[in-house]
């Protein structure tokens, strides 16, 4: 199950990125970070992410924490890490 959420209420709280993310997470994931552009993504526990998720991250340039779970991403666009 994927889950996109903030893992708290309050303005910059991380956005985490949990399990298979697909492509209909991007735009709860957009959302998210329109919402509260000082926000963090953690992407660690994200195990596959669709690339319409990873082109979200790219547009919107947050700052992300740690190294992504998906282990492509982590291998291959991790160099192009967005934020």
Do not use: K
């Amino acid at each position: 199950m994927a889950v996109v959420r903030r893992t708290d209420a309050g303005s910059g709280a991380p956005i985490r990125l949990e399990g298979v993310c697909p492509v209909e997470e991007a735009e709860t994931l957009a959302l998210l970070i329109l919402e509260d552009p000082a926000a963090s993504v953690d992407w660690t526990a994200c195990t596959l992410m669709h690339t319409a998720v990873y082109q979200v991250l790219l547009r919107l340039r947050p700052n992300v924490l740690g190294t992504c779970g998906d282990p492509f991403v982590a291998r291959w666009l991790t160099p192009f890490q967005p934020g």
